[in-house]
Nanobody, 122 residues
Framework: QVQLVESGGGSVQAGGSLRLSCAAS??????????MGWFRQAPGKEREFVGD????????SYADSVKGRFTISRDNAKKTVYLQMNSLKLEDTAVYYC?????????????WGQGTQVTVSS
């Protein structure tokens, strides 16, 4: 019902910036109550919440580890959500996943992208 296509991953030096994109499609996508989120998983670690945004753009949430450095935004016309990552640190290295929920208020994400690798080096 919802399909997600991610792009923008790559390698960057510590202190640099990178922007990830997640394009969504599907007949029911775009309703006011939907939400989009970003998660990440490093080797040997559990999947970690990064941040999310309601499709309306009225609500956002970030993990403490990325507050002040990462920003989530969306383009309604393109049905795309972005993760702007600034001041990148070595510990930001992970596979980043885009996710979507039909109900932002539920806090549970039903649809997932394939993931994109982000590597930060010193």
């Amino acid at each position: 019902q919802v399909q997600l296509v991610e792009s923008g991953g790559g390698s960057v030096q510590a202190g640099g910036s990178l922007r990830l994109s997640c394009a969504a499609s599907g007949r029911t996508f775009g309703s006011y109550g939907m939400g989009m989120g970003w998660f990440r998983q490093a080797p040997g670690k559990e999947r970690e919440f990064v941040g999310d945004i309601s499709w309306s753009g009225a609500s956002t949430s970030y993990a403490d580890s990325v507050k002040g450095r990462f920003t989530i935004s969306r383009d309604n016309a393109k049905k795309t959500v972005y993760l702007q990552m600034n001041s990148l640190k070595l510990e930001d290295t992970a596979v980043y996943y885009c996710a979507a929920t039909k109900s932002y208020s539920s806090g549970r994400f039903e649809f997932w992208g394939q993931g994109t690798q982000v590597t930060v080096s010193s």
